[in-house]
């Protein structure tokens, strides 16, 4: 039997509603989770709320209502938000759990009895916003080196955790284990944080100060610090939540996701604390990066905070889904750009997708009496042998790849998705199944065809679940598929003409109806009545919603080669990340091909296919010069990987 996977999630703080930042992650959680069930795998997946300390007690105290009742609340918030967004958490833990409460207790008692835990005097900044206490080098004008607000001076009696004692053997973990941190960015932040000499750990706060918070089992007169309490519901959990609790068969947890901001705490105090207990590490702490809101950070007083119930009423569970996992590589800031996200859905979603579904199922009743034929045994074609290489191993190799819980990387997982996505549409354009149908002795040509894009759509409907569930369902509804998504479809290999043919189709709802474009236009955009002396003559600029059609993405070359008879034409052979591709550019003058091979560079890598001196070009290379090329765009101070996008 493999290892369960346990996966957490943040629990997340409840002084405010729920935010894109708190969707983000555990949407994320929730992919991993639904891929790890299909393959077979024993899965618990856990997310909750952080219901103590004083932001709480403040923010219950302004609404006139006790803490508990403002958690209630709040609670109730989160949780109608993660049934509409589809998660499928199998625990969901709140701090006021009086089970989980016991667990932080005793923790607490052991630390303390084992001499890990001291009381002293202290003095230092204290930071309301983030509860914690600073010292005088960390604090900068008066302010929290965090969050940037306001800090006071505080002296007061408090309990401490030795974690400076475990600072080292901390340090030979992180080198020993060089996934434990992810992405390898944040791992860095950690190894240099863990530079600096590391300080012990305040763990309590005087009940004078702050009564809502779990009550030190050794001194009735302080609770414990927020933080202390929050981390042990990664392992309080396994006591109570679990069909079958278990610490024992679901610890170490496998991954847990987190926001970059809460790094630290998870890297340094969570891991130092479970040292002192002696319990394993978790196997990988994954830190994702921020959003911000067409370039702006979120903020109430910008009004720009971004509410995903109301985006998902909108424009749909799965569209949100998809936008916030395709847009940006996970482990990185990403920016929500309106413009943007109408652009996914009408492209890649209606397009794409929902359109390789609606023509399939259409030709398939017209042509095929609603039911998807079998092939007629003959010698694949290269397109079809094209596509059946690019399914399995979008299953078999490409996903398990890019969703390994060390590595995680949604957007690439999201592109080999939509690889063959593409190819499946290429695929009816060029064998034209309507011309087939007019000619009785393509009969067999026709069935072929048939089934071979049905196919297409039975490897999609799989692939696509993990992300947006809704749609594979309704994918497998339309083909007539009979899949039970919550059972182990992937836990054996799926082999292209294993299933499909035979089964009726029925003709449903577009899977994502295109959106028209946003009245307003972006503030990057040129606003009407603009100075008449712009360079640019006004019936040539293009709209946002043009330029997102040009899918630029960075390529590696890995061989180069004149075209014969040219002394302008290389023939190139890229490496677009999922794929490889041949782009013949005019760039052999500025060039040899000695010289090209290896750059990364950017390619327009959505361009029709088009022959130059009788070679198919795949694509575009980006380059500066008018008449004559000066340069290939490149990159200086990074290294992207192939098939990053660039924007």
Same mark, same amino acid.
């Given at each position: ?146 969050? =940037?607000? !306001?800090? +006071?001076? *505080? @002296?007061? &009696?408090?309990?401490?955790? %030795?974690? $400076? ?29 863990? =530079?600096? !000499?590391? +300080?012990? *750990? @305040?763990? &309590?706060?005087?009940?004078? %100060?702050? $009564? ?436």
């Amino acid at each position: 039997m493999p290892q369960p996977f346990y996966i957490t999630t943040p629990i997340y703080y409840v002084n405010d509603v729920p935010h894109v930042g708190h969707a983000y992650t555990t949407i994320a959680a929730d992919v991993q989770a639904r891929w790890h069930r299909l393959l077979g795998h024993e899965v618990f997946f856990l997310t909750g709320l952080d219901e103590h300390g004083q932001k709480v007690q403040q923010a219950a105290a302004k609404a006139g209502i006790s803490p508990q009742e403002h958690c209630d609340r709040l609670t109730l918030q989160f949780q109608t938000l993660w049934q509409k967004l589809g998660i499928s958490n199998d625990g969901f833990i709140r701090t006021t759990d009086a089970r989980h409460q016991a667990v932080v207790q005793r923790f607490l008692q052991e630390l303390y009895d084992n001499q890990l835990i001291y009381r002293a005097e202290y003095t230092g900044w204290y930071c309301t916003f983030d509860e914690r206490f600073w010292t005088e080098k960390d604090v900068n004008d008066g302010r929290c080196p965090d969050c =940037q607000r !306001p800090v +006071e001076q *505080l @002296s007061e &009696s408090n309990y401490f955790f %030795r974690m $400076s004692q475990f600072q080292q053997r901390l340090l030979d973990h992180l080198e020993a284990n060089p996934t434990f941190i992810r992405p390898e960015s944040r791992r860095n932040e950690v190894a240099g944080f863990l =530079q600096k !000499p590391l +300080e012990d *750990l @305040s763990i &309590s706060r005087p009940k004078s %100060r702050l $009564s809502w918070g779990i009550e030190l089992p050794f001194d009735a007169d302080y609770v414990t610090y927020v933080w202390f309490d929050a981390l042990v519901n990664y392992m309080s959990a396994l006591e109570y939540l679990p069909s079958q609790p278990s610490v024992e068969r679901l610890w170490p947890a496998t991954v847990h996701l987190v926001g970059k901001d809460i790094l630290t705490t998870h890297a340094v105090y969570w891991s130092t604390m479970l040292m002192a207990l002696e319990v394993p590490l978790p196997h990988t702490i994954f830190a994702h990066g921020w959003w911000t809101v067409d370039g702006e950070k979120m903020s109430k007083s910008r009004g720009n905070v971004l509410d995903p119930h109301a985006m998902v009423d909108q424009f749909g569970t799965d569209a949100f889904r998809y936008f916030l996992l395709r847009e940006v590589p996970f482990g990185q800031d990403g920016d929500f750009a309106f413009e943007s996200f109408i652009g996914r859905i009408n492209s890649d979603l209606a397009n794409g997708l929902g359109n390789l579904l609606s023509r399939t199922i259409t030709l398939i009743q017209r042509f095929s009496d609603g039911n998807v034929p079998a092939p007629v045994a003959s010698a694949s074609t290269e397109l079809e042998t094209e596509l059946q290489t690019t399914a399995e191993s979008l299953l078999h190799d490409h996903l398990p790849t890019h969703l390994r819980s060390d590595r995680i990387a949604f957007n690439r997982a999201l592109e080999a998705i939509w690889g063959l996505v593409q190819l499946g549409n290429q695929y009816i354009d060029k064998t034209a199944p309507w011309v087939l149908a007019k000619d009785p002795a393509c009969s067999a040509r026709l069935q072929t065809v048939l089934f071979h894009a049905a196919e297409t759509l039975r490897f999609l409907c799989l692939a696509t679940y993990p992300f947006m569930p809704d749609t594979a369902r309704e994918m497998a509804r339309q083909l007539g598929l009979p899949y039970n998504f919550s059972q182990a479809l992937l836990k054996d290999p799926i082999a292209w003409g294993d299933g499909g043919s035979g089964t009726t189709v029925v003709k449903g709802k577009a899977l994502f109806p295109r959106v028209d474009a946003p009245a307003t236009p972006s503030p990057a955009q040129p606003q009407a009545g603009a100075s008449a002396s712009s360079p640019t003559d006004e019936n040539s600029r293009i709209n946002i919603q043009d330029f997102q059609k040009v899918e630029l993405k960075v390529a590696k070359i890995l061989t180069a080669e004149r075209v014969p008879k040219s002394n302008k034409l290389l023939k190139l052979q890229v490496d677009l990340g999922t794929e490889q591709r041949q782009i013949v550019a005019g760039i052999g003058k500025k060039y040899g091909p000695e010289d090209v091979v290896g750059k990364t560079i950017v390619v327009v890598a959505n361009l029709k296919p088009a022959k130059l001196m009788g070679v198919e070009s795949q694509g575009m290379v980006l380059a500066a010069g008018d008449e004559d090329v000066e340069g290939l765009v490149t990159f200086k101070d990074v290294d992207p990987q192939p098939g990053t996008k660039v924007k």
